[in-house]
T-cell receptor
């Protein structure tokens, strides 16, 4: 079964600073990776996904992530954060062999952007 | 177009009781997945329903069950509630059976507190 590790449970940064949220996954033959964001009292929203092709994936709200197969990582980055980026971020992998697949999530990283 | 609607948003139940949560997917979506979110365990997959049939199941006891109706609405039931069942229950809908190419859209969740 697939698993995901988010290395930082909390990341505080100042507004307009760059940020990187780290995610490592368990190796498998094929891997499909996702980043979701959860704002307070909200559900999850898809930021970006990696299925195949270019290892640099661009998502919404200025976020991007890089798939690194040799390091089994899929870190999320943003060059300049805003107060409104304060939220919890979840890395996930799709687990399944055809048929129905489920999302396996990491424990989440709480990003706090301070003025 | 309306998003995923979960009702109720908040619920308080007593140990030993049972509870039913409801999820109305986005119009036209045929798959509904359920996830449990707790501070300790994070986000965990419960089950997925597609065309009124359970297609995938997570590692939860039989007290957790669900069903899907012909209009794709889904209900989740938890019997004999335990304190540890306190969690945010998230529902996600997708056009088709979940696979890596299918985007899941999440509702805001039902916050269940067991006292």
């Amino acid at each position: 079964a697939q698993s995901v590790t988010q290395l930082d449970s909390q990341v505080p940064v100042f507004e307009e600073a760059p940020v990187e949220l780290r995610c490592n996954y368990s190796s498998s033959v094929s891997v499909y990776l996702f980043w979701y964001v959860q704002y307070p009292n909200q559900g999850l929203q898809l930021l970006l996904k990696y299925l195949s092709g270019s290892t640099l994936v661009k998502g919404i709200n200025g976020f991007e992530a890089e798939f690194n197969k040799s390091q089994t990582s899929f870190h999320l980055r943003k060059p300049s954060v805003h107060i409104s980026d304060t939220a919890e971020y979840f890395c996930a992998v799709s687990d399944g062999q055809g048929g129905s697949e489920k999302l396996v999530f990491g424990k989440g990283t709480k990003l706090t952007v301070n003025p | 177009k309306a998003g995923v609607t979960q009702t109720p948003r908040y619920l308080i139940k007593t140990r030993g009781q049972q509870v039913t949560l409801s999820c109305s997917p986005i119009s036209g979506h045929r798959s509904v997945s359920w996830y449990q979110q707790t501070p300790g365990q994070g986000l965990q997959f419960l089950f997925e329903y597609f065309s009124e049939t359970q297609r995938n199941k997570g590692n939860f006891p039989g007290r957790f069950s669900g069903r899907q109706f012909s209009n794709s609405r889904s209900e989740m039931n938890v019997s004999t509630l335990e304190l540890g069942d306190s969690a945010l229950y998230l529902c996600a809908s997708s056009l088709a059976l979940m696979d890596r190419n299918t985007e899941a859209f999440f509702g805001q969740g039902t916050r269940l507190t067991v006292v």
